[in-house]
């Protein structure tokens, strides 16, 4: 294994794609959304949503991080594929954990030690920048207290008792965000590559609505009514209009956003977009996707469980309130976001108030109808603005 110090990155000069090693680890993130998806199946109370979003969001931060890292160094070597490799190992024992670990101690060490050993792998890749030369070089101290401090902590948290680990877990997490949101891209050893970032963000988006189409299709398959067929043909409806405008609208606009700003702003752009927000685009996605599978099951009931609704329609306003934030942070107008947030948040948020009276297949035919209806405004807006930014034929 080579002790060399890795040259420091050229600057974005081509267009780059997901390496077959990070397509690779991306599978343990298959797992983790089939097992976060089930825990909301059935009907899920304001304690098992809180779960699932304080479940979650450790190993979205450590998948972030570790894609960052990736668009960071791009040298592939023997050290860097084990490092990898190991933090895929570390996350899978958080996934195989996850189901129960805010109830059964042994998970939930189990969950703290995984998280453990993915900062430890943290470390190892970014070591090496604190050898860059100026101006690239990594200050010591933040690989240190960001992920060997951090790691150690989250591995003491296994042998704290009670629900003081959790609290732990909060605070940890908290002074992560903290270190994250100080640095502001300061002694960054190169500027992101936007498009890898994109792509890989993108990918990710595809691995929770896959998870969608893998519950839609097993539930049916369990259930097997004519009912259960419909219900499921409207999710998929559902969920291909959100396919659509996600990568035809969303991840074009934050390419060309990201890729257009100066390299300060780009990171800023970058963290919030990709990092927080894509956090509630992603969870959204999940729970639409266990409430896909509990209205298949349900499909021959007067109507659906509160909590069933609940993740179905909450997590299609969420997933609009999502996209409007980044629309906002990307500079768009408050006017022009409003014109397709308000009824993008507004009629889901309907929909869940008037769950109780319809039957499941109405709830998501509903639901599939303002997707729609939001990729058609969207479209046409994108066609007006280029229409209206055509250059004028010069004159003979």
Request: with cysteine.
């Amino acid at each position: 294994m080579s002790t060399a110090v890795p040259a420091t990155p050229a600057p974005e000069t081509q267009a780059r794609h997901a390496a077959w090693l990070e397509l690779f680890f991306d599978l343990v993130f298959v797992a983790f959304a089939a097992q976060l998806s089930h825990s909301l199946h059935g009907d899920p109370g304001w304690r098992e949503f809180g779960v699932f979003l304080a479940l979650y969001f450790p190993p979205w931060w450590m998948w972030i991080n570790l894609t960052v890292s990736a668009n960071l160094f791009e040298v592939d070597d023997v050290r860097r594929r084990t490092l990898m490799l190991f933090a895929m190992l570390c996350l899978a024992v958080m996934a195989a954990a996850v189901a129960q670990a805010d109830t059964d101690s042994t998970r939930a060490a189990a969950y703290a030690l995984g998280y453990a050993g993915s900062r430890l792998v943290l470390l190892g890749l970014w070591w090496p920048a604190t050898r860059f030369p100026p101006p690239h070089r990594v200050p010591r101290w933040r690989p240190l207290t960001y992920c060997l401090v951090s790691g150690l902590l989250w591995a003491a948290s296994a042998a704290v008792p009670g629900g003081w680990r959790y609290v732990m877990w909060a605070a940890l997490v908290a002074a992560e965000l903290v270190l994250l949101l100080t640095a502001r891209g300061r002694a960054m050893p190169r500027r992101l590559h936007t498009g890898h970032l994109v792509e890989r963000v993108g990918l990710f988006v595809i691995i929770v609505l896959g998870e969608s189409v893998v519950a839609l299709v097993t539930t049916t398959d369990h259930v097997w009514t004519a009912s259960a067929g419909a219900v499921a043909v409207l999710g998929f409806v559902l969920l291909a209009a959100l396919w659509w405008s996600y990568f035809d609208f969303g991840a074009a606009a934050a390419e060309l956003v990201l890729g257009s700003a100066a390299p300060e702003r780009a990171y800023l752009l970058a963290r919030d977009v990709t990092a927080f927000l894509h956090f509630f685009v992603t969870a959204a996605i999940l729970a639409m996707a266990a409430g896909l599978a509990t209205a298949v099951e349900e499909a021959g009931h007067a109507h659906l469980h509160p909590g069933a609704a609940g993740a179905l329609a909450g997590g299609l306003a969420l997933y609009h309130a999502a996209h409007a934030s980044i629309a906002l942070r990307f500079g768009r107008p408050l006017g022009s976001v409003a014109v397709w947030a308000v009824p993008g948040v507004g009629i889901p948020l309907l929909v869940l108030l008037a769950a109780g009276h319809l039957p499941p297949w109405s709830v998501v035919a509903l639901l599939a109808a303002e997707a729609i209806l939001h990729l058609l405004y969207a479209r046409r807006a994108v066609r007006r603005r280029t229409a209206h930014t055509r250059p004028e034929p010069a004159d003979d």
